[in-house]
């Protein structure tokens, strides 16, 4: 077994100001998309301005989608207590699925002012998240946040007593997502990017890829103990999310698949 490495989840204090690891890492997903944005910034005719204008809408999408998807699946009988614990940031609370919603609607606002097809711009979003999706399972991780399930497995780690569980062994949850969702994503979707594809191909590999991530590593993450298991007594919130993803990826790749058959059967002729 492996102990939880001991990390100070504040990254450094200025007085009575902390800046914790978390926050840091939101810091540095937007950062690096970026910076990869920037680079490929010609593939949609795009200046440097424009990727800087789409990094900013995106950052509102996620932030504002995030709190609102956490506070919506996860937190609804606490929002219905007190209205007001939905602007309370400082106490956490983030869902990937709001989010992605947000950042699909900042992308529909973005593509209608610069005359682009959706499919396009979220094609060219797609490669720039897996960064960010990484550092924040990192972030989770230091955080002190999604821990796994009892597990027997070498690498299993015993989790600090401040999270209120017990001294059994656990599943690393938040680093099997690290490299999953960040490391292997990021790489796939670069990697595919690099040419034209399809419309639609990379979003729905985006969707795919890492709707299969979630769904089989929520089986070794503890649900969210607020909800614990919601449907046939083994589906979490997270997997019951995760399906129209799986299905919205599915379409899209299936298209994507269908027009370029059509585009090389017309180029053929």
Known sequence: MIPYPQIDPVAFSLGPVQLHWYGLMYVVGLTAAWWLGRRRAHHLGLTHDDIDDLIFY?????VIGGRLGY????????????????FRVWDGGMSFHGGL????????????????????LTDFIAPLVPIGLGAGRLGNFINHELPGRVSEVPWAMIFPPMMGLGPEPRHPSALYEFALEGVVLFTVLWWLSRKPQAQGLISGLFLLLYGTFRFIVEFVRLPDPQLGFIAFGWLTMGQLLTLPMLAAGALLVIGAHRSQRIMVASSGR
């Open 58 to 62: 995106a950052a509102l999408g996620i």
């Open 71 to 86: 506070v919506l699946f996860y937190g609804i009988d606490q929002l219905l207590t007190n209205p007001l614990w939905l």
């Open 101 to 120: 919603a947000g950042v699909l609607v900042a992308a529909w606002l973005f593509a209608r002012r610069h005359r682009l097809a959706y499919l396009q």
